[in-house]
């Protein structure tokens, strides 16, 4: 079957040109634009006139409406693994075969369901005013041409200052699920890019980027963000044999204006900055969080922001112009604790497994994976992951299995977070962490309580030296 016409197709070079900015640059007529410095003609903008406005807007219809908490936790929820009638068929490798994506298994609760419900609506909020079919936006729009060629970033349009806002910080330790969360909420704002046709003003062709999802750079620098930001690019709109070729500029000094202008030029929906740890508090992170909230400010996309809790402690303790980017509120994604809701989260994942579905969880599991795990869910993950394939290799585990048993496969499975789980689990029952040097090693294991007396200002000078050449 042919693919429908507003996919993004073709290979690299239909889509990006090798000029100095790597973009063909759309132009009101739908011609691409020269790649040389705009006249005076083009900077003064093309003449609209109340004929030419259609009002139609061709973005908002590419990202779903907000829909009810209990319809999110559906398409939120991916079960990885395939479910079998009847599984005493299963050889082996047929188990091991369809256990290969268990670790991608994503358990939608209530706090992420309302959290995507909130991300779209920012995200359909901006892209209703970002109408290629208006003609205020449109000036700004194609103004981004001289920002390509040199120019200074434009001011958005007064009408579109709500819009400046939108920076939210989502924070919790490492193995908390937010990384799984963001990977999910791409499912609901869009997995790949659309081309689409414009009329009266708008582009006759250009491409709507639904999201976009950056590494932090392990340097903590602008120059890795921007190097990151090129890759994710290239992966998204082109062949990685291009990498040399395209996006040149956004590099050195002026690269951070042109990467915020590429970010308009594709009517970028959500851009996602993910990994922000202790680690990459090294270098001018605070170089970063001023581009991100520079983008913002002069291109009203919303952004996240995804990072543990100590680098939220430096963020909110490091003044104003740090703590500006998360004017629209940060979200907190803390460990699971046990109870109701982490049993219920063990039977889930129990019933992943490959073993006769009639088999009731044993009674003692919800305790031992707390145990091993403290209520991380990357950990928990590959507890079970563990758990299944040992069922794999003995089908009578699930029933004669006992929790020493057990415990001795997880115990194995789980031996490199021996040093972060036993910082955590100290902290957990005593409130406290036994040395300073453990908080600095493992800090993003840890709740946000845990840095309650550790200035921000403290942790920032123990992390931001510049890392060594070839680091």
């Not at 691409?32 to 410095?37: G, R």
């Not at 083009?42 to 807007?57: D, I, M, R």
């Not at 690269?255 to 680690?279: E, H, K, P, Q, Y």
């Not at 403290?374 to 699930?398: K, S, W």
């Amino acid at each position: 079957m042919a693919e429908p016409d507003l996919v993004l197709r073709g290979t690299a070079t239909d889509r990006i040109s090798h000029s100095p900015s790597g973009l063909t640059l759309p132009s009101p007529h739908g011609l691409p634009l020269q790649q040389e410095a705009p006249s005076p003609a083009f900077l003064a903008g093309p003449q609209f006139s109340p004929e030419t406005h259609s009002g139609e807007n061709p973005l908002i219809g590419y990202v779903p409406p907000v829909l009810p908490e209990t319809e999110l936790r559906a398409r939120l929820r991916n079960r990885a693994v395939p479910q079998f009638e009847n599984t005493d068929c299963l050889t082996p490798e047929q188990k091991v075969a369809a256990l290969a994506c268990l670790p991608m298994t994503y358990r939608a609760n209530t706090e992420g369901a309302r959290f995507a419900q909130r991300v779209i609506a920012q995200v359909r909020a901006s892209l209703a005013l970002r109408n290629p079919e208006n003609p205020r936006y449109a000036r700004f729009y194609y103004g981004q041409a001289d920002v390509m060629h040199g120019g200074r970033l434009k001011p958005m349009p007064d009408y579109l200052g709500g819009l400046s806002g939108p920076g939210v910080i989502l924070a919790g330790p490492s193995g908390s699920g937010k990384s799984a969360l963001l990977h999910r909420l791409r499912f609901l704002v869009g997995l790949q890019p659309v081309r689409l046709h414009g009329k009266g003003i708008a582009p006759a062709e250009f491409i709507f980027l639904p999201m976009l999802t950056l590494r932090w750079p392990d340097c903590g620098t602008l120059a890795g963000l921007l190097a990151n930001f090129r890759d994710a690019l290239i992966a998204e709109l082109g062949s990685s044999q291009t990498s040399e070729a395209v996006f040149a500029n956004m590099t050195g000094r002026r690269g951070s204006s042109v990467a915020i202008a590429t970010c308009i030029f594709l009517n970028l929906g959500l851009l996602v900055v993910d990994g922000m740890c202790l680690r990459s508090l090294r270098g001018e992170f605070r170089e970063i969080l001023d581009f991100l909230s520079t983008l913002k400010r002069h291109s009203g996309i919303p952004t996240i922001l995804s990072c543990t809790y100590p680098a939220l402690q430096v963020i909110t303790r490091g003044g104003s112009t740090l703590a500006n980017f998360g004017s629209g509120g940060h979200e907190s994604w803390d460990l699971e604790p046990p109870g109701t809701s982490w049993e219920a989260c063990c039977k889930s994942f129990w019933g992943l497994g490959l073993h006769d579905p009639s088999i009731p969880i044993p009674e003692y599991l919800p305790d031992l994976m707390w145990c091993v795990s403290r209520g991380n869910m990357r950990i928990l993950t590959e507890a079970f992951n563990a758990l299944h394939h040992a069922n794999v290799y003995d089908p009578r585990l699930p029933i004669t299995g006992t929790r020493s048993t057990v415990t001795d496969i997880l115990d194995v499975r789980l031996r490199r977070f021996k040093e972060p789980l036993s910082v955590l689990a100290s902290f957990q029952e005593s409130l406290v962490v036994p040395r300073k040097e453990d908080l600095y090693a493992h800090g993003d294991y840890l709740p946000f309580e845990a840095f309650s007396d550790t200035p921000g200002a403290e942790l920032a000078r123990m992390f931001t030296a510049r890392l060594p050449r070839g680091a």
